[in-house]
């Protein structure tokens, strides 16, 4: 019997999008809710047999019923198809975090905070397994405590997990691939980490879907989440749906062979993404070019398509130099070396020692003087020749 549900994860409902304009304020605070509502379209033209949310369905703190009354109007149809979901809360919705009571329906399944327990559908021989977190920071091996597969059904583990540690992310429920893989389980939703990831194809299957919706330039990539096919070798296929109708593009243009705006503003374009949404870009520049000082923000803004708007925007370009002043910066780099060669930088070194590093260390303790001179060590020349010729390079590119 063949199997189809979706995997989502990290929600985030009511948290708030960096805003850009005025104008697009509404079409920012509706986003999450929109993109969540694409994924309950999604289940019903697919006709999944259930969906799971793998963490951080809610932002935070709760402090009225508002949010929860939103989340149950937005799934409402799934349960009116008698399509299953089954809701794990995260770090950002642990039971701690707010005082609202969620109690299981026969459609609507949420995963308890005190231990790790399972979820059926006897029709098609499915097990659900699945712990919430009690506190927002769990540093326990959950997947330890999920209990082994159960035999004869198609088992999926829900967990929200940095797994052995992901950078910029906290350490939260933390545990080893071979811990998933010890549990026998078939297929593990994974929530927390924002960014899509196949992180094991088979044996078990074990992927990150991301959030729905990014909230921001670092969460630029598409985002949505995985619609997973199950034949009746239990052969699995998941396959990514992006859900977000809002894009943070973050977008690194090298311009070292432009010379006019025009120019310019076709290698901007031709380096932006085809996109129909609407769109939030973070742009920098890069490269040598002449026209470092003539870079009009401006009509940078008038060149974009309507539907992407510049919110950030970097000029890490540089001027480019003069072959004269190329080959001055060279003849002082060479007179330098000749000078450490012939250890002819004795009165340089006194003039640094007596009006810059003796008083910039003047106000610490004698200790830590001489803690910071025997580390420093400013009367060593070869320290002191890596150290100008470095700086010396830096500025002729």
């Given at each position: 019997?063949?199997?189809?549900?979706?995997?989502?994860?990290?929600?985030?409902?009511?948290?708030?999008?960096?805003?850009?304009?005025?104008?697009?304020?509404?079409?920012?605070?509706?986003?999450?809710?929109?993109?969540?509502?694409?994924?309950?379209?999604?289940?019903?033209?697919?006709?999944?047999?259930?969906?799971?949310?793998?963490?951080?369905?809610?932002?935070?703190?709760?402090?009225?019923?508002?949010?929860?009354?939103?989340?149950?109007?937005?799934?409402?149809?799934?349960?009116?198809?008698?399509?299953?979901?089954?809701?794990?809360?995260?770090?950002?919705?642990?039971?701690?975090?707010?005082?609202?009571?969620?109690?299981?329906?026969?459609?609507?399944?949420?995963?308890?905070?005190?231990?790790?327990?399972?979820?059926?559908?006897?029709?098609?021989?499915?097990?659900?397994?699945?712990?919430?977190?009690?506190?927002?920071?769990?540093?326990?091996?959950?997947?330890?405590?999920?209990?082994?597969?159960?035999?004869?059904?198609?088992?999926?583990?829900?967990?929200?997990?940095?797994?052995?540690?992901?950078?910029?992310?906290?350490?939260?429920?933390?545990?080893?691939?071979?811990?998933?893989?010890?549990?026998?389980?078939?297929?593990?939703?994974?929530?927390?980490?924002?960014?899509?990831?196949?992180?094991?194809?088979?044996?078990?299957?074990?992927?990150?879907?991301?959030?729905?919706?990014?909230?921001?330039?670092?969460?630029?990539?598409?985002?949505?989440?995985?619609?997973?096919?199950?034949?009746?070798?239990?052969?699995?296929?998941?396959?990514?749906?992006?859900?977000?109708?809002?894009?943070?593009?973050?977008?690194?243009?090298?311009?070292?062979?432009?010379?006019?705006?025009?120019?310019?503003?076709?290698?901007?374009?031709?380096?932006?993404?085809?996109?129909?949404?609407?769109?939030?870009?973070?742009?920098?520049?890069?490269?040598?070019?002449?026209?470092?000082?003539?870079?009009?923000?401006?009509?940078?803004?008038?060149?974009?398509p309507t539907n992407i708007e510049l919110v950030?925007?970097?000029?890490?370009?540089?001027?480019?130099?003069?072959?004269?002043?190329?080959?001055?910066?060279?003849?002082?780099?060479?007179?330098?070396?000749?000078?450490?060669?012939?250890?002819?930088?004795?009165?340089?070194?006194?003039?640094?020692?007596?009006?810059?590093?003796?008083?910039?260390i003047d106000k610490y303790d004698d200790d830590?003087?001489?803690?910071?001179?025997?580390?420093?060590?400013?009367?060593?020349?070869?320290?002191?020749?890596?150290?100008?010729?470095?700086?010396?390079?830096?500025?002729?590119?």
């Amino acid at each position: 019997m063949s199997i189809k549900f979706i995997h989502c994860a990290d929600v985030h409902l009511g948290s708030p999008l960096v805003a850009a304009s005025k104008e697009k304020k509404d079409l920012l605070n509706d986003a999450i809710e929109n993109a969540l509502k694409n994924m309950v379209n999604l289940a019903i033209s697919e006709n999944v047999d259930f969906v799971v949310i793998a963490g951080d369905l809610f932002d935070g703190k709760m402090t009225n019923a508002s949010i929860g009354r939103k989340f149950k109007s937005i799934m409402k149809p799934l349960e009116e198809e008698k399509i299953y979901t089954y809701v794990l809360f995260g770090n950002h919705d642990a039971e701690g975090k707010h005082s609202l009571t969620f109690s299981n329906s026969e459609y609507m399944k949420f995963f308890s905070a005190d231990n790790a327990e399972t979820f059926k559908i006897e029709e098609k021989k499915i097990a659900v397994h699945g712990q919430s977190f009690k506190t927002q920071s769990v540093t326990d091996n959950l997947a330890k405590q999920y209990p082994q597969k159960v035999d004869g059904y198609f088992n999926i583990g829900v967990l929200h997990t940095s797994l052995d540690g992901k950078e910029g992310h906290d350490n939260y429920a933390p545990c080893s691939i071979n811990d998933l893989v010890n549990k026998n389980y078939d297929y593990w939703a994974l929530g927390h980490i924002h960014k899509k990831e196949i992180v094991k194809e088979a044996n078990p299957t074990i992927i990150y879907s991301g959030n729905i919706q990014g909230r921001h330039s670092k969460e630029s990539e598409e985002k949505g989440c995985f619609l997973v096919q199950i034949d009746e070798n239990h052969s699995i296929t998941p396959i990514f749906k992006k859900l977000n109708k809002v894009e943070f593009l973050d977008i690194k243009v090298h311009i070292e062979d432009v010379d006019d705006e025009n120019t310019l503003e076709t290698k901007i374009t031709e380096n932006l993404p085809i996109t129909v949404s609407e769109s939030f870009l973070k742009l920098t520049l890069t490269g040598k070019t002449e026209l470092h000082y003539k870079i009009n923000v401006e009509n940078i803004k008038l060149s974009l398509p309507t539907n992407i708007e510049l919110v950030k925007f970097k000029n890490e370009t540089t001027f480019p130099k003069s072959e004269d002043e190329i080959a001055q910066m060279q003849d002082t780099i060479g007179t330098l070396m000749k000078c450490f060669e012939k250890q002819e930088v004795e009165n340089e070194i006194e003039f640094l020692k007596q009006n810059i590093f003796d008083s910039l260390i003047d106000k610490y303790d004698d200790d830590l003087k001489n803690e910071l001179k025997n580390e420093i060590n400013i009367n060593d020349t070869k320290y002191l020749k890596e150290i100008v010729v470095e700086q010396l390079s830096k500025a002729m590119k």
